[in-house]
């Protein structure tokens, strides 16, 4: 057993403060870390943007090392274990970056140098400012004796012209080894824990510089089985440093760069500026040490040109990750639909033209044959599509899996198969399923940071179209059926 403090701790709302009721030192169990409980009294809103358990949720997603256990109101205790055991480091501490303060913030932060000269106050209190660099600003306008002078001795005319030399002079951009991500593996992990994932796309863009600060952007978007409609906008979670957004949305750069991507080129519906539609949830986390609020409460980020470009640029790279799935769908809708046309009207058709002109029987079965390899062409057309949509995604997978992205593990025990050129292998009766009954069983399939929930299948290898397809959604050796009766005997079938 090792010795631990235990605490309570009450809010002083006046005075905005802590107040210690009681400490002491107790055994735990734990070699470390830290144990907090809350009992909050108020009026609870739980569902919606700015409520509770979207909190909860976003808190949960971006920290995959949380075990949270809560209980709300009379309900039941809600569990969501860990899904990494990698703590997060602590960041390097870095120094600001002259070009990113403002002339007022410029004076206020010599002010804590005193007597320091001026010219050690840049090197010491900024980053990327040497020697070499005093040597530039002295070129550029700055007096070298104000170079030597102590910085409280210093006049307002001489900061101001001082701020506007530096503002000029082009200087390194500020190191990135301060900015820390929760990483492409943990996030994909982690966002499992939310519902009954479809499928999902997680991209953590490199560190860049944004406004002279460095910034990291990460986004995963997923769509879920049992949250959110079609007719419905999609729920968008922001996160700034790993601390949830709750309110002012719309005047944020992450809503700003969601509603500035055509998301129709991507399979979804939008509307023109605004945010796409269906049962999606899109999370945008930025991390920066100097990330800059609109306002005092720090719930939105400035939206500056640079930040909000990035942040497209993230999302554009996840949504090409995720439209391949919903592009693979469509395909095998079109298929379906065109192929339930031919069993639909085609006999029809040959009966009509039979009962009409008296044609014998043979002839009967010769024009239900040419019209199986007219109307067919479409079909075959489709699966071309079909085939090319299934390569590509596979080729992602691919590469993904090289990369050493494989995830096992998920808070319902998901299994984890390979959803790329696999033969379906148990044994057992012949079922046919629909798409939602068969996406809509828990056993997941993940693979690289992007991929696609699905049941692991239980029925012998059948051939199947459209819907029954996304249910197993497993292709390697791909077989069609071309009739109902076809389909339900398992008697025909089409490569």
């Not at 002339?103 to 990327?128: M, P, Q, V």
């Not at 040419?370 to 067919?376: A, E, P, Q, T, V």
């Not at 992007?450 to 249910?471: D, F, M, Q, S």
């Amino acid at each position: 057993m090792r010795k631990a403090v235990q605490a309570i701790v009450d809010v002083d709302i006046k005075q905005n403060r802590g107040v210690v009721k009681s400490k002491e030192m107790i055994d735990w169990d734990r070699p470390h870390g830290v144990r907090v409980e809350f009992r909050i009294d108020g009026r609870i809103q739980l569902n919606g943007d700015g409520r509770l358990l979207t909190y909860l949720e976003g808190t949960t997603l971006v920290n995959p090392h949380l075990k949270l256990k809560y209980r709300l109101n009379e309900a039941d205790w809600v569990s969501i274990d860990r899904v990494s055991d990698v703590l997060p480091d602590v960041p390097p501490a870095t120094l600001p970056h002259p070009h990113t303060m403002k002339l007022g913030e410029f004076i206020t932060h010599a002010g804590l140098f005193g007597k320091t000269e001026f010219g050690k106050f840049l090197k010491t209190g900024f980053s990327r400012v040497s020697d070499l660099t005093l040597k530039d600003l002295v070129k550029n306008g700055i007096p070298k004796s104000m170079i030597d002078a102590p910085v409280n001795k210093l006049s307002e005319e001489q900061f101001k012209n001082a701020f506007q030399v530096i503002g000029k002079t082009e200087l390194q951009s500020p190191s990135t080894r301060s900015v820390l991500t929760v990483g492409e593996e943990s996030l994909a992990k982690s966002i499992l824990r939310l519902g009954d994932v479809d499928f999902f796309s997680v991209v953590a863009r490199k560190p860049r510089i944004c406004d002279f600060k460095p910034v990291v952007v990460e986004v995963a978007l997923a769509r879920f089985l049992n949250r959110g409609s079609e007719d419905e906008s999609i729920q968008l979670l922001r996160f700034a440093n790993r601390v949830p957004l709750q309110f002012d949305k719309g005047a944020c750069a992450i809503t700003a760069a969601v509603e500035s991507v055509n998301w129709r080129s991507y399979g979804l519906p939008q509307s023109k500026d605004s945010l796409p539609s269906g049962p999606y949830v899109f999370a945008v986390s930025v991390v920066s040490p100097f990330i800059k609020f609109k306002n005092a409460s720090k719930e939105t980020i400035d939206a500056s040109d640079e930040l909000v470009e990035e942040i497209r640029r993230a999302l554009m790279q996840a949504g090409q990750k995720l439209s391949r799935h919903i592009r693979r769908e469509n395909k095998e809708a079109d298929l379906e639909r065109k192929i339930s046309h031919i069993e639909q009207f085609g006999p029809i058709l040959v009966d009509g033209l039979v009962r009409i002109s008296g044609a014998k029987e043979s002839r009967k079965i010769k024009a239900q044959e040419g019209l199986k390899k007219l109307l067919g062409r479409d079909a075959r057309d489709a699966e071309a599509d079909l085939s090319d949509a299934e390569v590509k995604l596979a080729a992602l997978k691919e590469k993904q899996a090289k990369a050493g992205l494989l995830f096992s593990t998920s808070s319902k025990e998901d299994a984890v198969e390979s959803e790329v050129d696999d033969d379906l292998d148990d044994g057992g009766e012949d079922e046919e399923q629909t798409g939602a009954a068969a996406r809509g069983t828990g056993k997941a399939a993940v693979k690289g940071t992007t991929a696609k929930v699905v049941e692991k299948p239980t029925a012998k290898p059948v051939a199947t179209t459209g819907k029954e397809a996304r249910g197993t959604d497993k292709v390697a050796t791909t077989t069609t059926t071309t009739g109902k009766d076809a389909r339900g005997t398992d008697k025909s079938a089409r490569k």
